[in-house]
């Protein structure tokens, strides 16, 4: 891929896909075996998974989609971004890359965009991975994010400063960032243009019935139950400001067989402060349901 970076901690070597949209998704696909999809969130990329790729892919095929807007894949600055959107493209993008069954490993906005999908291809779900996130209607919102979503200063904070995407190398991690990862997390992100996602993703959030997500984060609520009788494994970081202990309860309380581990001390981007125990128990995880060949 021209002009790939050679990033810390990131040996990959993307791919791309072009979309039934027009604009290319770019992928990380290594290893081999059955596969696992790595989700991201808002405003991460597949760089947020490099370490449990290089664990994972020992023994299973993992792929890392950057959501359209994200990471090296396009960023155009006249599509919707819309969360109804990301749910589509990955079902594109998946169907290209001849997925079958798989495990989703989910994290931030990947837990709506991944279960959206889930619910429309139940059998071919394997098993489902939970880290801090939501695929519910939660009309909670931190204020360091709502201030991000005002008229005007939001895209000053968000595409001008880059506030929230260097905000987030500092306040979602509880151990300090070392300056290449941090680096690598703000990689794609320097600039006006390349930032638009990352506001839009913050404008999408649904608080209430007239935003113009609500209805497709409904459907995706509501499409929870179709996949209550498939092992899911939750994995939280305790010091989260955005996804807080209320959400972990929730998913528990959807999910009463899901197996849960709370990290207390750990924070939203949780492979950062939690890599080995949380990078083993998925490992296991994948085990203990007959996914590893």
């Not at 000053?156 to 905000?167: E, I, K, P, S, W």
Request: charge should be positive; aromatic fraction near 12%; glycine fraction near 10%.
């Amino acid at each position: 891929m021209p002009g790939h970076p050679h990033l810390f901690q990131y040996p990959f070597e993307p791919g791309s896909r072009l979309l039934g949209n027009g604009h290319r998704m770019s992928y990380v696909d290594e290893g081999r075996g059955n596969p696992v999809v790595l989700l991201h969130g808002n405003p991460s990329w597949s760089y947020l998974y490099r370490n449990l790729i290089s664990l994972l892919s020992r023994s299973h095929r993992c792929i890392a989609p950057d959501h359209l807007g994200c990471g090296l894949s396009d960023k155009p600055q006249d599509y919707p971004y819309r969360l109804a959107d990301h749910i589509d493209n990955l079902e594109d993008f998946l169907e290209q890359m001849a997925v079958g069954g798989c495990v989703l490993v989910m994290h931030d906005w990947g837990g709506a965009i991944g279960m959206g999908w889930a619910a429309r291809h139940v059998e071919k779900i394997a098993g489902l991975v939970v880290m801090n996130t939501a695929a519910f209607r939660s009309r909670l919102l931190p204020r360091r994010i709502a201030v991000c979503r005002l008229p005007v200063l939001g895209a000053f904070l968000v595409r001008g400063l880059n506030l929230f995407a260097r905000g987030a190398t500092v306040m979602a991690v509880r151990k300090k960032m070392a300056p290449g990862v941090r680096s690598g997390f703000l990689f794609p992100y320097d600039s006006w243009a390349s930032r638009i996602a990352l506001h839009r993703f913050v404008q999408d959030i649904p608080l209430n019935e007239g935003h113009p997500s609500w209805p497709t984060l409904l459907r995706v609520e509501e499409g929870l139950g179709t996949l209550a009788g498939k092992p899911m494994l939750i994995c939280w970081g305790g010091r989260d400001f955005c996804f807080t202990e209320a959400f972990y309860h929730e998913w528990r309380q959807r999910y009463p067989d899901a197996e849960g581990h709370y990290f207390a001390q750990a924070g939203h981007y949780l492979l950062e402060d939690e890599l080995n125990e949380v990078g083993g128990r998925i490992n296991r995880f994948l085990k203990t349901i007959g996914w590893t060949a």
